[in-house]
């Protein structure tokens, strides 16, 4: 015998889509709508946040374009971290 078969059994919580609702009392439906809408707060805000992050992302990288692709090779040479040079070997199996 497993653990949680000797747990109590959790029924589903919150709004579930495509639930028939003709056996719901008005306060239930109502209850039901209130809980949608808070759901539906929550989703564009986290719509906003994600947005919001991109646009920094997009400010802070669109600052590199424009400049040519040595300009960031000088900036990031390997020599400036003790590595020589990095050549590419041909793997043969």
Do not use: W
Not at 36 to 52: A, Q, S
């Amino acid at each position: 015998m497993d653990l949680d078969d000797l747990l109590p059994k959790k029924k589903p919580t919150g709004v579930a889509i495509g639930d028939s609702l003709e056996t719901l009392s008005v306060g239930e439906l109502e209850k039901r709508v209130k809980d949608l809408e808070t759901e539906i707060l929550r989703v564009r805000t986290e719509i906003d946040r994600k947005k919001r992050h991109e646009e920094k992302r997009r400010a802070r990288f669109s600052s590199r374009e424009g400049k040519s692709k040595n300009e960031f090779q000088i900036r990031c040479r390997p020599s400036d971290y003790g590595i020589g040079p990095i050549r590419a070997r041909r793997i043969t199996s």
